[in-house]
């Protein structure tokens, strides 16, 4: 499924062949939300840890440095794999920024911070 072009996507979506067609374009979008959300997750993650890491200094913990490592190359691998992404997490960052200071809040038991 990776290597679908978006010219080949285009063209599915242009033409009135068969609901096996559909199904595939469908899927391929499908395919591309998945890989936005998993990155949102990575950087919900990622951002959350960094944000306690931040305001709870003395609870900081090194399982704490190793989830921000690992979202952070795993946010790296999937903008390698799939470019498109770099532009989506950019576009994400504000929304997914106020998500993780939630939770960090709660995790936290502090004022949003």
């Given at each position: 499924?990776?290597?679908?072009?978006?010219?080949?996507?285009?063209?599915?979506?242009?033409?009135?062949h068969s609901l096996r067609k559909q199904c595939l374009?469908?899927?391929?979008?499908?395919?591309?939300?998945?890989?936005?959300?998993?990155?949102?997750s990575y950087l919900s993650n990622l951002l959350l840890?960094?944000?306690?890491?931040?305001?709870?200094?003395?609870?900081?913990?090194?399982?704490?440095?190793?989830?921000?490592?690992t979202s952070a190359l795993n946010i790296r691998k999937?903008?390698?794999?799939?470019?498109?992404?770099?532009?989506?997490?950019?576009?994400?960052?504000?929304?997914?920024?106020?998500?993780?200071?939630?939770?960090?809040?709660?995790?936290?038991?502090?004022?949003?911070?």
């Amino acid at each position: 499924m990776h290597c679908i072009s978006l010219k080949l996507i285009l063209k599915l979506h242009s033409s009135n062949h068969s609901l096996r067609k559909q199904c595939l374009i469908e899927e391929v979008e499908d395919l591309g939300g998945r890989h936005r959300d998993r990155v949102e997750s990575y950087l919900s993650n990622l951002l959350l840890r960094l944000l306690k890491r931040e305001y709870q200094a003395d609870k900081r913990t090194t399982s704490w440095d190793v989830s921000i490592k690992t979202s952070a190359l795993n946010i790296r691998k999937e903008i390698k794999r799939h470019p498109s992404l770099r532009r989506h997490c950019i576009e994400s960052f504000e929304v997914t920024y106020q998500y993780a200071r939630e939770l960090a809040s709660i995790e936290s038991q502090l004022d949003r911070p």
